[in-house]
Structure formats: structure tokens, C-alpha cells
């Protein structure tokens, strides 16, 4: 069954070749094959209405020696004339038919109906003057009728001669010239085709190129060039590749980096544990106050273990192609107060004025634990990285759309340099004072995956030695 899915499949992938092939034959032969019907018609019918000029021209000749000669009333006089006639009839193919006032035929080059009567429509209509040539499509024949006058008043129309020919002869010889012209043909289709198969071939050359170059990326060359400029289309498609191939060579190296980063931030704190256990197994007859000085250090790189692996979940959580949010209707307000308030104590420590000013009353569609914590973040950072005796403002406001939170302090402040890598994991712009007060990294990197996934976004304004602001947007309404 899997061999015969296979196949179906293989049948179905078609190379590009096949469709440009055709098109190619399409273009080249097709036209060709109509010119070629649309001439033979054009032949044949040309031969049929110059033999019908042909022929009419002779039996005008005819009936103006007849007239001369008195052909309807001497007839048994002019056997040259009977001589002439025959032979054209046997010229065209055909048969001419002499018919006297009487409608009675008195001359037929066949010998078959002499003496017999002929009334038709185109014989009478000639008895009238008219002169006819018409065709017979179906039966492949033509026929012409013309009014013989009388010699003694060329007003009066004594006969009619009537001359029917046949155009199979003309049907063979196009049948012949169309059987000829198809092994032509033939020869020219195969021709076209060895023709339109090398062009294909060649244009597709660029392609395949591009396909070899694409087959060595998979077998992990990321660093292989792949630009072919032979084509726009494929030079797209190689600027395209190219620039996913950059792309996933950050996330590998971004992927890399985080990797390490995590074995180095999780190693730290058990080194640290590690040497302070050490150092206590060490000692002999040491002092309760320096043993329990030893335990608090031991329990604080705990929680710091603790705190890098809870934020290093929280990440991995947000990191779900479809991570969940428990949006519910919140008071922005409220959860403010309540992100202070358990704050203000940590603020105290350094004498950080904590203040909140609310512009209007807020509600709006959210997850009130990933954005608390998002929040938490950023005032905790603020207060963190702040210098004694400074201040940390809290601005909530909103408008008919959005609603705006700015964290704004005096503190130490990020340079320009630094401030485009402030949310990424792992990055510390001082990493001897993040360690000092606990930081572990991820906090921006959170904070930043919680407003994105609220729909919203933050930005960073800071200037080194006066202070930061971040301003985070979000939707008053969640839209999934």
C-alpha cells in the first residue's frame, strides 16, 4: 500500500519541464498545424474558382461561335463545333449539355439524354438572360448555365448551354498535397521537439543549479551560497532562502546561546553552594553565628536556583505555538495598587519613593497572573536598579483603543548601546550588579513574550546616569 501511495505521488510531481515542453509545442506547432489546414482549404478553393473562371470563359467562347454559326439551327452543319465542345467537357471533367427553346437537349457530350427535356430553374432563369455559376459543395461538383442568342436578333435567347464538372479530381490532389505536407509535418514536429526539449533544458539549467545548492543545505550546509542571478525568479527565491537561512542560523546560534546561558546561570549558584558546603565541611570547632551565616548564603542560592528555573518555565510556557491565556475582564487599576503594595516594602529598604498616578479608571480584557507578572517585572527592575534615596512613578491611562502603563525612574539608566539587547534572555547590561540583587536575566525577556502576547508592545527610552522609562501598550479588548 505504501509502495503504491508512493508511486501515485511520484506520478503526480511532475517536472517543470513537462508544462514548458508543452507550452513550447503549443506555441510552435499549433500555429503551424492551422496554417497548414487553412492553406490546403485556401489551394483547393482557389483551383475550384479558377477552373469554374476557367470553364466559364470557354463555353462563353462556345456559345459566341454557336451564335456565329447558327449551332441551334444548323447543327448537323458544324461538327467542328460538336469536336470543340467535347473536348472541353473532357478538359473540366465534365459534360455539356445544348438545349433549344424548346427545353429540348439537343446536344450532350455523354450521348445520354439527347432528345430528352430539361426543365430546371437554371435553364430557365438563362432562357431569361441570366447567366449562372454555382457550386456543389457536397457533391463535389460545379455547374454553369449560359443563354445562346440568335444570330438574327441578339436579343432573343434561342438555347441554353449547360456545363457540369466535377471538382472530385481537385479533392485527390489535396488529399495527396495534405498527405504529403503530414509527413512534413511529422518530420517537423519531431524536429520542433528535439528543439523545444533543448531549449527547456536549458532554461531550466538556473533551477536545477538552485536545486543541487538547496540539496547540500539539506544535508546541513547552512553556510552553502546559494545565489543563482540567472533569472528574477530565482534570484527571489534565492534572496528568499537566503535570507531563512540567516534567520535560522540565529535561532541555532540564539538557541546555542541559551543553552549555555542556562548551564552557566544554573551552574553558578550550585558552585556557589558547592564552595560554602565545602568550606563548612572544612571547619572544625566553628562558631553557630558563622555556621548559620553560611546556611543563610546556601538558602539564598537556593531561591536563586529556584527563581532562574520558575522564570526559565515561564519562558518555555510562553514559547508554546499556542500558549494559553486566561483572558478575563480586569481592573488595571486595582492590579496596580496590588503590584505596589507588594512592592513598597522591598522599595523602603532603599528609601525609593513608589508612586502611582492613575488618569482614569481602567478595565480591559487580559491574563491578570502573566500580566501582573509582566508588571512585577518592570517596577521590580526599576526599584532594582535605582540609586538610593530615588523615586519610581507608575503612569496608568488610557484611550478609546488602548491602554498605557510607563514605568519611569532616576536610576543608573542603559546606554544606547546596550538598549536594543535589554529584552533579550540571559543579557545583563551590569552583570556583577544583576547577581548582586538577584536578577537571573529572563525578567525583560518575560515581560516582553507577556505583552506581545497580549497583542500589545513596550518600548525602552533610558539615557545613562538619569533614569529609564518603559511604556508597555495593550488592547483594552482581546481579540484571539
Given at each position: 500500500m505504501k509502495k503504491l501511495i508512493k508511486?501515485?505521488?511520484?506520478?503526480?510531481c511532475l517536472s517543470m519541464k513537462v508544462p514548458l515542453l508543452f507550452c513550447f509545442l503549443l506555441v510552435t506547432l499549433v500555429p503551424l498545424l492551422v496554417q497548414a489546414r487553412f492553406l490546403a482549404g485556401f489551394f483547393r478553393q482557389s483551383q475550384i474558382e479558377d477552373s469554374m473562371i476557367e470553364a466559364q470563359s470557354k463555353c462563353l467562347m462556345l456559345t459566341?461561335?454557336?451564335?456565329?454559326?447558327?449551332?441551334?439551327?444548323?447543327?448537323?452543319?458544324?461538327?467542328?463545333?460538336?469536336?470543340?465542345?467535347?473536348?472541353?467537357?473532357?478538359?473540366?471533367?465534365?459534360?455539356?449539355?445544348?438545349?433549344?427553346?424548346?427545353?429540348?437537349?439537343?446536344?450532350?457530350?455523354?450521348?445520354?439524354?439527347?432528345?430528352?427535356t430539361s426543365v430546371v430553374e437554371e435553364v430557365l432563369r438563362s432562357f431569361e438572360g441570366e447567366t449562372i455559376n454555382r457550386r456543389n459543395k457536397e457533391k463535389d461538383y460545379f455547374y454553369l448555365t449560359l443563354p445562346v442568342y440568335s444570330k438574327a436578333d441578339s436579343q432573343k435567347?434561342?438555347?441554353?448551354?449547360?456545363?457540369?464538372?466535377?471538382?472530385?479530381?481537385?479533392?485527390?490532389?489535396?488529399?495527396?498535397?495534405?498527405?504529403?505536407?503530414?509527413?512534413?509535418?511529422?518530420v517537423l514536429f519531431l524536429f520542433?521537439?528535439?528543439?523545444?526539449?533543448?531549449?527547456?533544458?536549458?532554461?531550466?539549467k538556473p533551477f536545477k543549479k538552485l536545486q543541487e545548492r538547496l540539496n547540500m543545505v539539506s544535508e546541513g550546509n547552512l553556510d552553502q551560497d546559494i545565489q543563482v542571478d540567472d533569472y528574477k525568479e530565482t534570484r527571489g527565491i534565492s534572496n528568499a532562502v537566503s535570507q531563512t537561512l540567516r534567520k535560522l542560523k540565529a535561532v541555532d546560534q540564539s538557541r546555542q546561546e541559551f543553552v549555555s546561558n542556562v548551564s552557566h546561570e544554573l551552574k553558578t549558584p550550585i558552585t556557589s553552594i558547592r564552595v560554602l558546603a565545602d568550606s563548612l565541611m572544612g571547619m572544625e570547632d566553628a562558631p553557630v553565628e558563622l555556621y548559620r551565616e553560611f546556611m543563610v548564603d546556601i538558602s539564598d542560592e537556593i531561591d536563586r536556583e529556584g527563581k532562574i528555573i520558575d522564570d526559565l518555565l515561564s519562558l518555555v510556557k510562553m514559547d508554546k505555538s499556542s500558549?494559553?491565556?486566561?483572558?478575563?475582564?480586569?481592573?488595571?487599576?486595582?492590579l496596580m495598587e496590588q503590584i505596589l503594595k507588594r512592592l513598597r516594602p522591598i522599595a523602603k529598604k532603599r528609601n525609593i519613593e513608589l508612586v502611582f498616578e492613575?488618569?482614569?479608571?481602567?478595565?480591559?480584557?487580559?491574563?491578570?497572573?502573566?500580566?501582573s507578572l509582566a508588571l512585577s517585572n518592570l517596577v521590580e527592575n526599576a526599584v532594582k536598579y535605582n540609586h538610593e534615596d530615588g523615586w519610581v512613578h507608575v503612569v496608568?491611562?488610557?484611550?478609546?483603543?488602548?491602554?498605557?502603563?510607563?514605568?519611569?525612574?532616576?536610576?543608573?539608566?542603559?546606554?544606547?548601546?546596550?538598549q536594543e539587547h535589554v529584552f533579550e534572555r540571559f543579557y545583563r547590561v551590569d552583570k556583577a550588579r544583576s547577581r548582586e540583587t538577584g536578577g537571573t536575566g529572563l525578567g525583560l525577556a518575560i515581560t516582553r513574550n507577556i505583552v506581545i502576547l497580549h497583542q500589545g508592545a513596550i518600548k525602552?527610552?533610558?539615557?545613562?546616569?538619569?533614569?529609564?522609562?518603559?511604556?508597555?501598550?495593550?488592547?483594552?479588548?482581546?481579540?484571539?
Amino acid at each position: 500500500m505504501k509502495k503504491l501511495i508512493k508511486k501515485i505521488r511520484f506520478r503526480r510531481c511532475l517536472s517543470m519541464k513537462v508544462p514548458l515542453l508543452f507550452c513550447f509545442l503549443l506555441v510552435t506547432l499549433v500555429p503551424l498545424l492551422v496554417q497548414a489546414r487553412f492553406l490546403a482549404g485556401f489551394f483547393r478553393q482557389s483551383q475550384i474558382e479558377d477552373s469554374m473562371i476557367e470553364a466559364q470563359s470557354k463555353c462563353l467562347m462556345l456559345t459566341n461561335k454557336m451564335i456565329t454559326l447558327d449551332y441551334i439551327n444548323n447543327m448537323s452543319n458544324n461538327p467542328g463545333l460538336d469536336a470543340e465542345m467535347n473536348v472541353t467537357a473532357d478538359l473540366f471533367n465534365g459534360r455539356i449539355v445544348v438545349i433549344d427553346s424548346s427545353f429540348k437537349i439537343i446536344k450532350d457530350t455523354f450521348e445520354l439524354t439527347k432528345g430528352k427535356t430539361s426543365v430546371v430553374e437554371e435553364v430557365l432563369r438563362s432562357f431569361e438572360g441570366e447567366t449562372i455559376n454555382r457550386r456543389n459543395k457536397e457533391k463535389d461538383y460545379f455547374y454553369l448555365t449560359l443563354p445562346v442568342y440568335s444570330k438574327a436578333d441578339s436579343q432573343k435567347v434561342e438555347g441554353v448551354l449547360l456545363m457540369t464538372a466535377s471538382t472530385e479530381s481537385m479533392a485527390l490532389l489535396e488529399s495527396q498535397v495534405m498527405h504529403k505536407a503530414g509527413f512534413l509535418q511529422f518530420v517537423l514536429f519531431l524536429f520542433v521537439a528535439v528543439i523545444d526539449l533543448l531549449a527547456a533544458s536549458f532554461l531550466m539549467k538556473p533551477f536545477k543549479k538552485l536545486q543541487e545548492r538547496l540539496n547540500m543545505v539539506s544535508e546541513g550546509n547552512l553556510d552553502q551560497d546559494i545565489q543563482v542571478d540567472d533569472y528574477k525568479e530565482t534570484r527571489g527565491i534565492s534572496n528568499a532562502v537566503s535570507q531563512t537561512l540567516r534567520k535560522l542560523k540565529a535561532v541555532d546560534q540564539s538557541r546555542q546561546e541559551f543553552v549555555s546561558n542556562v548551564s552557566h546561570e544554573l551552574k553558578t549558584p550550585i558552585t556557589s553552594i558547592r564552595v560554602l558546603a565545602d568550606s563548612l565541611m572544612g571547619m572544625e570547632d566553628a562558631p553557630v553565628e558563622l555556621y548559620r551565616e553560611f546556611m543563610v548564603d546556601i538558602s539564598d542560592e537556593i531561591d536563586r536556583e529556584g527563581k532562574i528555573i520558575d522564570d526559565l518555565l515561564s519562558l518555555v510556557k510562553m514559547d508554546k505555538s499556542s500558549p494559553d491565556l486566561n483572558i478575563t475582564s480586569v481592573s488595571i487599576n486595582a492590579l496596580m495598587e496590588q503590584i505596589l503594595k507588594r512592592l513598597r516594602p522591598i522599595a523602603k529598604k532603599r528609601n525609593i519613593e513608589l508612586v502611582f498616578e492613575s488618569q482614569r479608571e481602567v478595565t480591559a480584557d487580559v491574563d491578570e497572573v502573566k500580566l501582573s507578572l509582566a508588571l512585577s517585572n518592570l517596577v521590580e527592575n526599576a526599584v532594582k536598579y535605582n540609586h538610593e534615596d530615588g523615586w519610581v512613578h507608575v503612569v496608568l491611562d488610557a484611550d478609546h483603543k488602548f491602554f498605557y502603563v510607563k514605568v519611569i525612574d532616576n536610576g543608573v539608566g542603559i546606554a544606547p548601546e546596550f538598549q536594543e539587547h535589554v529584552f533579550e534572555r540571559f543579557y545583563r547590561v551590569d552583570k556583577a550588579r544583576s547577581r548582586e540583587t538577584g536578577g537571573t536575566g529572563l525578567g525583560l525577556a518575560i515581560t516582553r513574550n507577556i505583552v506581545i502576547l497580549h497583542q500589545g508592545a513596550i518600548k525602552l527610552q533610558s539615557k545613562e546616569g538619569e533614569g529609564t522609562t518603559f511604556t508597555v501598550r495593550i488592547p483594552l479588548n482581546y481579540i484571539p
